[in-house]
């Protein structure tokens, strides 16, 4: 759609009146905006900039939840941060002349916080010497892309590294395995739990 805005000039040559109307042509607003990140952490600040379209008078953000700021009314661009962690959806509405626009982008940021400590691990707290495929694990923790765990010497990892499960290869050595969960925003404090190895027992049979 568009708007005219009409003018009227009167002018005179020879004698006669003459009179030209002129139409100045206005398009009707259309709402869009783009994000400079679209993944970040709490306290990461972000750029959103408007590309709307169109004869503009008024803008109106909304940049969604736990956002700092959480609105605006001028054109931009804006610099925001969130001091929440989730999915965040943001609007941008303008007005002009010849009518309302609105864009909506739902769930356009995802705000990551630094993963929480994992829970209690799970699997055996003693084992025999040279034991294989013991695993040991940890519930999954929100946000948390790796888990680093740290293990008793002579002991490998056979299967999962990186993930919040494994499985263990241990030599004759006990101590204490740990894990920490990450993410790009950070690393969780250890959670850990002491091993124990024994030599494995040998039962003699006699006969008679």
């Known amino acids: 759609m568009y708007h005219f805005l009409n003018h009227t000039f009167r002018y005179f040559f020879?004698?006669?009146?003459?009179?030209m109307v002129t139409s100045v042509v206005k398009a009707a607003p259309v709402a869009s905006f783009t994000v400079s990140h679209t993944v970040v952490c709490i306290g990461q600040s972000i750029t959103i900039t408007s590309t709307a379209t169109g004869s503009i008078t008024s803008y109106t953000w909304n940049f969604g939840s736990g956002a700092v700021p959480l609105s605006a009314t001028t054109l931009g661009p804006h610099s925001?941060?969130?001091?929440?962690?989730?999915?965040?959806?943001?609007?941008?509405?303008?007005?002009?002349?010849?009518?309302?626009?609105?864009?909506?982008?739902?769930?356009?940021?995802?705000?990551?916080a630094v993963p929480a400590t994992p829970a209690i691990i799970t699997?055996?707290?003693?084992?025999?010497?040279?034991?294989?495929?013991?695993?040991?694990?940890?519930?999954p923790v929100t946000y948390a892309s790796n888990y680093t765990w740290s293990i008793p010497a002579g002991t490998t990892i056979t299967t999962g590294a990186g993930s919040n499960q494994l499985q263990l290869a241990?030599?004759?050595t006990g101590g204490t395995i740990c894990v920490a969960a990450s993410n790009t925003c950070g690393?969780?404090?250890?959670?850990?739990?002491?091993?124990?190895?024994?030599?494995?027992?040998?039962?003699?049979?006699?006969?008679?």
Do not use: H, W
């Not at 020879?14 to 009179?19: E, Q, T, V, Y």
């Not at 699997?123 to 519930?139: I, R």
């Not at 969780?188 to 003699?204: D, P, Q």
């Open 14 to 19: 020879l004698g006669l009146c003459f009179m």
């Open 123 to 139: 699997g055996p707290e003693s084992v025999c010497s040279g034991a294989t495929a013991v695993s040991y694990s940890v519930q």
């Open 80 to 112: 925001i941060s969130y001091s929440t962690p989730g999915l965040k959806t943001i609007s941008l509405t303008v007005t002009g002349p010849d009518g309302t626009s609105t864009e909506t982008q739902t769930d356009i940021i995802q705000v990551n």
């Open 170 to 172: 241990f030599g004759s």
């Open 187 to 208: 690393t969780s404090s250890n959670s850990c739990k002491a091993v124990t190895v024994g030599k494995e027992r040998i039962k003699l049979v006699s006969y008679n």
